[in-house]
């Protein structure tokens, strides 16, 4: 049954350009229109977009053709995904029918990604299977995928047949002593091939796609693993190099190397990055590309909003049993979708009309910094509960902007509806996750927790519950520079990151 409610919007292949892209809707506005079609509703591709849109993956892929010292094939490819849990597989006729009831049920599923458990172009049959029967049946959804690249030159005419219009490379380095470093080994030609070679030919693989895709109009991302004294040093290089050839987006991801996990550098003790060494790097290289920063290092089955999983409501035995009227359910997603776009609008009106900081400009140089958390579930508003939080937002006011920086993950604190209840250590542990912000603005809060946070220095803030995050945020920072809270000679309570 074809679902075709949204026309689709395969544009001609138009080149990238990189600058200045992939934040907030003002950022992209610069972007050629058919380039911020490909953005807009992405919710990796665009920060914005991920307040409104959902994605889901399809682990249709086991097999892999290299090895990385950070995964273990026990669980999903950890290129893209988060080490700990292993997806079910699923063959591309079960992929496809998920896809289509995930559509039928959640109407801001935009994207369509395959990012494992394996490499996606290591099991290039039944990747573009999945693919294939997708851009026929449900022509209005993105489709994506992410690749370790080894062998991504010879699909690049395939992909584009599919109008698969964002790709992910994970590119750990363009030196390929480090690259000896990270892989071990790579599957070639028939051949296990190791060390210096391995990372050569992997390398090279790499950028060869990414140019094929640049020239074709392809937006890809690239993806990097940050690894503590193995490409830390080596990162900002890639930025540039990945950027002169014509990557739309760079997501710098912490390793994540546990013991449990089995993985090389999990057994050897390698450390992973900690948040301000990652914010560090980040910055560093944004000033040379747009850097991702809301990645949640998803699962390969994952589904709904970043930071969310639903999956546990889709398996095969919940969709067999579901009912569904998907003419009428995909008119609803076409309604929904048509909603969302009026909320940015009307966000977009409001965040330019209610505050500006331009009051602020001229004393930029001498207001400092201030980190906020935000409890959002959604659309781009403060309209969370603290207790339900399982992921603070962190935004970064200056006198002259509001940014998006990144996430904080915590466990959920409050277990009942309304009332926060008096769980001591997982309010200390939420606390130390916000190290370094100094409000926080949520829907609700409970008494105990007000006090808490205000002990360690994080003032709540529910006077701003439904409104636009970064307006709230924006007269947050108006009302303390204006009451000397923020002048750069004060003290600064705590120290940024965690
Ligand atoms: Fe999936 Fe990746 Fe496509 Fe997104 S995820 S294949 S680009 S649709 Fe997104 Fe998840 Fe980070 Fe990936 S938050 S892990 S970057
Ligand atoms: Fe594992 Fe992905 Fe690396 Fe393959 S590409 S070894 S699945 S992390």
Not at 38 to 46: I, L, Q
Not at 173 to 182: H, N, T, V
Not at 268 to 294: F, I, K, V
Not at 427 to 442: D, H, K, Y
Request: with cysteine; hydrophobic share 40%; aromatic share 6%.
């Amino acid at each position: 049954m074809a679902l075709t409610l949204v026309s689709s919007q395969h544009s001609e292949p138009a080149g990238c350009s990189a600058s200045g892209c992939g934040g907030n809707e003002s950022a992209l506005a610069h972007l050629p229109p058919q380039i911020r079609d490909k953005v807009k509703d992405h919710p990796c591709y665009s920060e914005e977009a991920h307040h409104f849109y959902a994605r889901m993956h399809v682990a249709v892929a086991p097999a892999c053709n290299i090895q990385c010292h950070y995964c273990n094939r026990k669980y999903d490819c950890s290129n893209e995904s988060r080490p700990g849990v292993v997806s079910e597989l699923l063959t591309p006729e079960q992929a496809v029918k998920k896809v289509l009831a995930v559509a039928a049920t959640i109407p801001q599923m935009s994207v369509l990604g395959i990012a494992g458990p394996g490499d996606p172009l290591a099991n290039p049959e039944r990747t573009f299977a999945t693919f294939r029967e997708l851009s026929d049946k449900a022509p209005d959804i993105k489709l994506c995928i992410s690749t370790n690249g080894l062998s991504l030159p010879e699909h690049v005419d395939e992909l584009c047949r599919h109008n698969i219009d964002h790709v992910t490379i994970t590119i750990n380095c363009l030196d390929a002593a480090i690259g000896a470093e990270i892989y071990p080994w790579i599957f070639w030609k028939n051949r296990r091939i190791k060390g210096r070679k391995a990372a050569e030919i992997l390398i090279a693989q790499q950028q060869l796609g990414l140019e094929m895709l640049a020239a074709r109009g392809v937006l890809v991302k690239v993806n990097s693993v940050l690894i503590p004294g193995v490409n830390d040093h080596h990162l900002e290089e890639v930025s540039r190099v990945v950027k002169a050839k014509g990557a739309f987006l760079h997501n710098v991801m912490p390793l994540i190397a546990e013991a449990e996990h089995g993985t090389f550098y999990g057994v050897m003790g390698q450390r992973g990055p900690t948040p301000e060494e990652l914010q560090r790097l980040q910055d560093s290289c944004a000033g040379e590309m747009n850097m991702m920063r809301h990645c949640r290092q998803c699962r390969a089955d994952a589904v709904g909003m970043l930071g969310e999983d639903r999956g546990d409501e889709f398996t095969l035995e919940k969709i067999d049993a579901m009912e569904i009227d998907y003419p009428a359910a995909m008119q609803r997603r076409a309604e929904y979708q048509a909603g969302i776009e009026q909320q940015r609008q009307q966000l977009h009106r409001r965040g330019e009309t209610v505050i500006s900081l331009d009051a602020l400009r001229p004393q930029r140089h001498r207001s400092r910094p201030l980190l906020v958390a935000v409890a959002s579930s959604g659309g781009g508003i403060i309209n969370q509960h603290f207790g339900h939080a399982r992921e603070f937002l962190v935004y970064e006011a200056t006198a002259l902007d509001v940014r998006f920086i990144g996430h904080r993950k915590v466990d959920l604190y409050c277990s009942g509806s309304d009332h926060c209840n008096e769980e001591e250590s997982t309010l200390q542990q939420t606390i130390r996750a916000l190290n370094g912000c100094e409000v926080l603005l949520c829907s609700r809060i409970g008494f105990a927790p007000w006090e808490a946070l205000e002990a360690a220095g994080i003032t709540p803030n529910g006077e701003h519950a439904m409104e636009s995050i970064e307006t709230a945020i924006a007269a947050v920072y108006q009302e303390m520079a204006a009451a000397g809270k923020l002048a750069i000679t004060a003290p600064i309570a705590l120290q940024r990151g965690a």
